[in-house]
């Protein structure tokens, strides 16, 4: 059964720093990962989908890697501002041998950015 | 323009009481399902309908029942709520496989 850990659970940083958010996976054969974001009280904005063929996806100041082989991606935040606080959730798709599987969800990092 | 709706957004009701989650999609996707975030924010797959189909069907007591009238629309109807019931239910929809998910805004039930 596929299992998602994210780690840290927490982070804060000051403002204008780049950081890495860290998630990992226990089957490698998925057909997909996602990164949410997730603002206090609100629903899911997706920020980057990346196939398992894919090594990385970016997205303005984002950056997502995927190393499929060794369960794990990164999530890449440059320049880090207030407005990135929120909660960031990755999820994956699959294993891709067990048919039509749901989306499986870590239980997401809390980035504070200070200003 | 809304790609998920979920109504109601905010839903308080008492213990006992028989309550539905309507939900469509204008995404032209196959795949709709249920997701639970209880209060520590954790995620879970409920259900999830395929071409208005019951594909998944996790643990969830059957007091929960989904409904599918179309391929656009999902709905959770959800009988004698008690208060462990209290979570946050999204929507979400997809196309197969390798595709990506997309959202609803969520309904916040609250059983008193």
């Given amino acids: ?115 | 323009d809304t790609a998920v709706s979920q109504t109601p957004k905010y839903l308080v009701t008492q213990m006992g009481n028989d309550k539905s989650i309507k939900c469509e999609q204008n995404l032209g996707h196959d795949t709709m399902y249920w997701y639970k975030q209880d209060s520590k924010k954790f995620l879970k797959i409920m259900f999830s309908y395929n071409n208005k189909e019951l594909i998944i069907n996790e643990t969830v007591p059957n007091r929960f029942s989904p409904k599918s009238p179309d391929k656009a629309h999902l709905n959770l109807h959800i009988n004698s709520l008690e208060l462990g019931d209290s979570a946050v239910y999204f929507c979400a929809s997809s196309r197969q496989y390798s595709y990506g998910y997309t959202f609803g805004s969520g309904t916040r039930l609250t059983v008193v």
């Fill in chain 1, 1 to 115: 059964k596929q299992e998602v850990t994210q780690i840290p659970a927490a982070l804060s940083v000051p403002e204008g720093e780049n950081l890495v958010l860290n998630c990992s996976f226990t089957d490698s054969a998925i057909y997909n990962l996602q990164w949410f974001r997730q603002d206090p009280g609100k629903g899911l904005t997706s920020l980057l989908l990346i196939q398992s063929s894919q090594r990385e996806q970016t997205s303005g100041r984002l950056n997502a890697s995927l190393d499929k082989s060794s369960g794990r991606s990164t999530l890449y935040i440059a320049a880090s501002q207030p407005g990135d606080s929120a909660t960031y959730l990755c999820a994956v798709r699959g294993p891709s041998n067990s048919g039509n599987t749901p989306l499986v969800f870590g239980k997401g990092t809390r980035l504070s950015v200070i200003a």
